[in-house]
């Protein structure tokens, strides 16, 4: 990729495939029009950006996020008091289970699925807790031509109702506390949304393509049997996760991430029991997906 030049902010690319560090910028000063436009240019080019050293609240992490698009409330994740525009992220000492831990593209069961989101690291372990990201437009190119071929005539069903629908039901993963989600995530009655995607979408601001089918959310390639999709998405699964795809961000507290969901998969690790992580996320409106 052909590196951009920058006035207003520094960019620390890092890794080859996705994401990037960004300086220079103080959200509660302010940000100016010109910053702002450099600020998406990084983000265009990296799929994801990470702010340290942000000391922010939760109304001007708001009136961050508006910049980006409309906010889209979370249906599923226990909001923050007073701010129904901000999801938690939490996990607590005594809690076992953390949210995101799989490999996933966050909403893509919506029709319309969102762009991406603004997390904001209020409260970090001392160690742990880093964030994966892998850049779906480096994991397509390097497919062979005979699969991406493949690929793009295909489109695959995406929903959420087996994922917070089944919250309720204990989790094989729950470890010893049992399903200590219930309370951080819930609303499982309103897990009735259903979506099929391109399996290679052509970003909307990038123009690239990119892979999108992920662990969480897609069930089966349209027209195909659970069966005989299992072994092909496993195979992308697999492909997208490649570490020379990914990046990895060691939180800070005061720390932003804002990621393209598009562009992006993400995980966050549940290697820190014991310590307290607490997060705000902030998601924005997508748009409808095109094939590539
Ligand atoms: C998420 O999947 O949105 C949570 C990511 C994180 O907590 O790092």
Redesign the pocket.
Known sequence: MAETSYQTITVDRLSPAVGAEIGGVDIAAGVSEDQMAEIRRAFIDNGVIFLRDQDITPDQHIAFAERWGEINVNRFFKPVDGHPQIAE?RKEPDQTRN??VNW?T?HSYDQVPAMG?L?YAREVPTLGGD?CFAGMAAAYDALSNGMKATLRNLRAEHSSRHVFGALESPQPTAGPNGNDIAGRIGNAEAATQDATHPVVIEHPLSGRPCLYVNTDFTLRFEGWTDEESKPLLEFLYRHGAMEVFSCRFRWTAGAMAVWDNRAVQ?R?LNDYHGQRRL?H?ITIDGEKLQAA
Do not use: K, N
């Open positions: 992220v949210i995101g996933h966050d989101s997390l964030t993400h966050a997060m996320r």
